[in-house]
């Protein structure tokens, strides 16, 4: 059974930076690609950033030289560093792995707010 389990949301105050990770259990993680993605109140679920089992990395362009994915497959973990943080960047953030299937993770709030 897949597992993904999220960590790192908080409430930070604007241009405040936050970690976020997810770790992931019950399949081969190295091949895997992996994506965070958010939702804000309101809105569709969109990528943030997606890296692929070459460590291939695409952004959303909101998020672009403010954000950096990043992953240790000896921790079958997957990173978000969210620098600069906008009050816009407010939203759950749920963590993907995806590998023939989809899979998500339960989700992280950030709140971006002074």
């Known amino acids: 059974q897949v597992q993904l389990v999220e960590s790192g949301g908080d409430l930070v105050q604007p241009g405040g930076s936050l970690r976020l990770s997810c770790t992931a259990s019950?399949?081969?993680?190295?091949?895997?690609?992996m994506g965070w993605y958010r939702q804000a109140p309101g809105k569709q679920r969109e990528l943030v950033a997606r890296?692929?089992?070459?460590?291939?990395?695409t952004y959303a362009d909101s998020v672009k030289g403010r954000f950096t994915i990043s992953r240790d497959n000896a921790k079958n973990t997957v990173y978000l560093q969210m620098n600069s943080l906008k009050p816009e960047d407010t939203a759950v953030y749920y963590c993907?792995?995806?590998?023939?299937?989809?899979?998500w993770g339960q989700g992280t709030q950030v709140t971006v707010s002074s």
């Open positions: 993907n792995l995806d590998l023939n299937n989809n899979y």
């Open positions: 019950g399949i081969i993680f190295s091949i895997a690609a």
């Open positions: 890296i692929t089992r070459f460590r291939t990395t």
